[in-house]
C-alpha cells in the first residue's frame, strides 16, 4: 500500500492533475535519463541511450525498434469528467515506454509485452476508461503501427515481490561502471516484440522492483491575486524512500466564466532523499474577466490541487492591489 504525508495542505479533496517543474512545459526531469541500455544496438541521442533490436522473417524485411524510458510513476492523470482530470491512483505502477521503428514493417501494439517477475503484460489502452490526458491533450502520442512510434503504457505489480508473493533479495551490478542494488525479481524485466527485446539497466529494475516511494507534499495557492496579474501555483513534494520516485499530480479550476476546465499536469522525478519544486502562472484568463469580478469581496474561482492519495483547494478573490499569498 502506498503511504504519503500531506504537509501544510488543507482544502476539499477532489480528484487532481500532473505537470512541469520549476515553471518548464512538459517532463521537466525525465525517467529515461536514468536509464542506461545493456542489450542489443545502443546509440546515444541527446543523452539519451536507446536499444536497437533487430527482427527478421522469412517474408518480411528487417524491422528495427528503438526503445527508451519515458516514466516510472505510481499514478496517471487522466480525464475524470468532460472538464476535469484526476491522478488516477492504482494499487501497482504505471511504465510508460517510448518505441519507434527506424527501419523495417513496425510491430502492432498487442504484439509488444512487458515482462516483469516471470508474468506477461500486454499495453494498456489510453483510450476510455483511462484516456490519459497527456496524450488526449496533443502532448504526447500513443503508439500506433500505422506511424510506427509512440508510448506504450503498462500497469504492473507494485513490486516485484508483489508479482509473485515473495520479497525479491538484493544483488549487485556493476553494469556500466556503476554500483546499483536490484532486486532478483525484476532480473527478466524486459519490453519484448517478435524476435527483439529491450531491457532496463540496474537503476531501473530497483525501482520497478522497490516499494512505491513515499512522499511529503505542500501546496501554496494565491488567497487573493491582482487583476493585473496571474495565479501563481507552487507545490514541494519530498521523496521520503530510498529509491527514486515520480510524483504526479493534476491541477484543476472552477471560474471564473467557466464551470470546471483542467488546467495543469504535474509530473515530476524526485530522487532518494530529496525534495523537488514545481511553479505555475496560470495566464489563461483573461484581463477582462479580471476586471468584471473584482471587488466584490467574494470568492472568483477555486483551484483544485490533487494526487493519488491527498489534495488541496483554495478559493481565490480577484481585487485590485498586490497579491497577497497563503498556504493551502
Known amino acids: 500500500m502506498r503511504r504519503r504525508a500531506l504537509l501544510a495542505c488543507s482544502g476539499t479533496a477532489l480528484a487532481g492533475l500532473a505537470g512541469c517543474l520549476s515553471g518548464s512545459s512538459g517532463e521537466p526531469t525525465t525517467d529515461a535519463d536514468e536509464n542506461r541500455t545493456t542489450d542489443a544496438t545502443t546509440e546515444t541521442t541527446n543523452g539519451t541511450a536507446r536499444t536497437t533490436s533487430e527482427t527478421t522473417d522469412e517474408t518480411t524485411a528487417t524491422a528495427s525498434v528503438s526503445v527508451a524510458l519515458d516514466a516510472l510513476q505510481p499514478a496517471l492523470v487522466t480525464m475524470n469528467s468532460p472538464d476535469s482530470i484526476a491522478a488516477h491512483p492504482t494499487d501497482g505502477q504505471y511504465l510508460f ?79 556500466n561502471g556503476t554500483d546499483a542494488t536490484a532486486s532478483t525479481d525484476a532480473a527478466d524485466a524486459a519490453l519484448t516484440w517478435p524476435g527483439g527485446e529491450w531491457r532496463p539497466d540496474s537503476r531501473v529494475r530497483r525501482r520497478l522492483a522497490a516499494p512505491d516511494p513515499s512522499f511529503s507534499v505542500s501546496v501554496e495557492i494565491p488567497e487573493k491575486v491582482s487583476v493585473s496579474d496571474s495565479p501563481t501555483i507552487r507545490a514541494t513534494a519530498e521523496n521520503e524512500s530510498d529509491v527514486p520516485g515520480r510524483f504526479v499530480a493534476a491541477l484543476n479550476r472552477a471560474g471564473p466564466a467557466v464551470a470546471h476546465t483542467p488546467v495543469q499536469r504535474i509530473s515530476i522525478l524526485v530522487p532518494a532523499g530529496e525534495s523537488r519544486e514545481w511553479e505555475f502562472t496560470d495566464a489563461s484568463i483573461m484581463a477582462d474577466e479580471a476586471d468584471e469580478y473584482a471587488g466584490d469581496d467574494g470568492p472568483d474561482m477555486t483551484y483544485y490541487f490533487s494526487w493519488a492519495d491527498g489534495s488541496a483547494s483554495r478559493d481565490v478573490r480577484y481585487v485590485q492591489d498586490a497579491r497577497t499569498t497563503d498556504t493551502a
Open 97 to 175: 515506454l517510448d518505441a519507434t521503428t527506424e527501419d523495417g514493417a513496425p510491430p502492432a501494439r498487442e504484439e509488444f509485452s512487458f515482462r516483469f517477475a516471470g508474468s506477461e503484460y500486454a499495453p494498456v489502452s489510453m483510450d476510455w476508461p483511462l484516456r490519459a490526458w497527456r496524450v488526449r491533450s496533443g502532448q504526447t502520442e500513443a503508439y500506433d503501427a500505422a506511424s510506427g512510434r509512440g508510448l506504450l503504457l503498462f500497469e504492473l505489480p507494485a513490486s516485484a515481490g508483489a508479482a509473485d508473493g515473495t520479497t525479491g533479495t538484493g544483488a549487485t551490478d556493476t553494469a
